[in-house]
């Protein structure tokens, strides 16, 4: 494998040997130390490979054997020079892609973090900017260790923090901690009582004693869960102590509602007029290159965005073309029945935004009145919701 | 003066190659074979090469052979070789 490299570097030549004696010409050559090969017969002539050195010693061998002999082909490292010499501007190209390449490998190209779940990426990747480690700073003048500890001591959340460079990306590899468990203080004993008037659907009691069961009608205020736990013997209350209640308990509630809905909407009519504008931005500034426009009113919508980066650092120039369109606001009135279903999307949501996520609406009776510009609207909503709000215990 | 030499070369167990100067071949399976010691090149196409020896003339058969390298101590002759053998 070395010896086909070594006589590319050094160069060597293809010669095409004709003639009765192209035998005694490879055999002299042989004899007088000159290495040849690849050697093959094509019935009529003989191509051998040697080396550039030796092409004056074949000269002379040939002369003397009588044989004909001509340099077809010229190859390796020798000859590439000679025929891109001239050709200052591809070398320049060379020379210059070769620098390019290892000085932009020396920088930080691209951050990422991996192991993140609960912490916000960007949050990590804007904390480690602020410390010197962000897309465009130079590989040696970034203190890894001092950052992976810095993250761990600016993250409460992140439990271990390790940042590597591979290539030009920085890698922020982190191990979120456990999330803190909800610690209940079961020291205060207390009740659970109804803040609604209602109809119980489910009670499902961890601790205390139930003093209704599903399908009791109960009022604001009433008792649902004790915290009075008592030890019978029999029927004989032989003792009792009071415990913090826990309890899980759904009702079906019915709400009232009055609100109105606005019939008035701007709306926008395009007139069909419209410009360009093209914007050059330079280190985070833009220069306007467009046509002014007198619209009163229109909508900029960017058309364009024509920006280099490499990696995450985005190169500070760049192309921004925006089509202006121009709009007439026009005030309409929406129809009575467009204003329904804004209504009934109101109270589709009523439910979770009140009651909390697992609540939702059993049955609506939706009722409006158009007064003109507006609809007014009563609504009867049954809700079904988790109740119970703890009242320090009664009998303490 | 070759009984001599036989005898210094028995004597001293020097090898016999050297001593003789006598053809040496490495034999790859059939695709190629060595040949040391060799005075030269008589014949060259790609079904027979014959090459001139201190022990005789070495004849090589086969198909699409051709001379992979060439110099004043070995060739080396690769191809699809069916046989070789001394001829008188």
């Known amino acids: 494998m070395f010896l086909p490299i070594w006589n590319y570097l050094k160069g060597y030549v293809i010669i095409k040997a004709s003639g009765l004696s192209a035998g005694k010409f490879i055999n002299m050559a042989a004899y007088y130390g000159v290495d040849l090969w690849d050697i093959r017969n094509d019935g009529k002539n003989y191509f051998i490979k040697a080396r550039m050195a030796d092409v004056d010693e074949l000269k002379e061998i040939s002369r003397k054997s009588g044989c004909r002999t001509e340099v077809i082909k010229y190859r390796g490292i020798p000859f590439l020079v000679k025929k891109y010499k001239k050709r200052r501007a591809f070398i320049f190209g060379c020379v210059f892609f070769i620098f390019y390449i290892c000085s932009m490998s020396l920088f930080v190209w691209r951050v990422k973090v991996e192991g993140n779940y609960r912490v916000a990426g960007e949050d990590i990747k804007n904390f480690c900017a602020s410390q010197g480690l962000r897309a465009g700073v130079l590989k040696n003048d970034v203190d890894l260790n001092k950052i992976s500890n810095d993250i761990i001591a600016q993250f409460g959340d992140i439990a271990w923090a390790s940042v590597n460079i591979d290539g030009s990306e920085a890698i922020i590899s982190i191990s979120e901690t456990i999330p803190e468990t909800e610690i209940i203080d079961n020291s205060e004993p207390c009740d659970i009582i109804s803040q609604y008037d209602g109809i119980i659907e489910s009670i499902m009691v961890a601790e205390g004693t139930p003093t209704v069961s599903a399908g009791d009608i109960v009022k604001k205020g009433d008792m649902l869960v004790s915290g009075r736990l008592s030890f019978k013997d029999g029927e004989e209350e032989k003792g009792y102590t009071y415990v913090k209640s826990d309890a899980y308990i759904r009702a079906r509630t019915v709400h009232r509602l009055s609100f109105s809905v606005d019939k008035r909407k701007n709306e926008k009519e395009y007139t069909g007029n419209s410009s360009i504008s093209v914007y050059i931005s330079l280190f985070g500034n833009e220069y306007g290159f467009g046509m002014p426009n007198n619209f009163e009113n229109c909508d900029y919508k960017l058309r364009n965005d024509i920006g280099l980066s490499i990696g995450d650092y985005k190169i500070p120039f760049g192309l921004k073309i925006y089509n202006a369109e121009e709009y007439i606001l026009k005030e309409v009135l929406i129809t009575k029945e467009e204003a329904d279903i804004m209504a009934k999307d109101v109270l589709l949501t009523y439910g979770e935004e009140n009651f909390g996520f697992d609540a939702y609406v059993i049955s609506q009776d939706l009722n409006g009145s158009d007064e003109g510009d507006r609809v007014n609207y009563t609504a009867v909503l049954e809700v079904s919701h988790k109740i119970g709000q703890e009242v320090p215990c009664s009998g303490q | ?88």
């Open chain 2, 1 to 88: 003066m070759k009984g001599i030499k036989r005898k210094f070369a028995d004597v001293f167990e020097l090898p016999s190659e050297a001593v003789y100067a006598l053809p040496v071949l490495t034999v790859t399976g059939r695709i190629e074979v060595i040949v040391e010691n060799y005075e030269g090149v008589i014949e060259y196409s790609p079904e027979i090469i014959r090459l001139g020896t201190s022990a005789g003339t070495l004849k090589i058969e086969g198909l699409e052979m051709d001379i992979k390298c060439m110099n004043s101590q070995c060739v080396k002759v690769t191809g699809q070789i069916d046989s070789f053998f001394y001829e008188a």
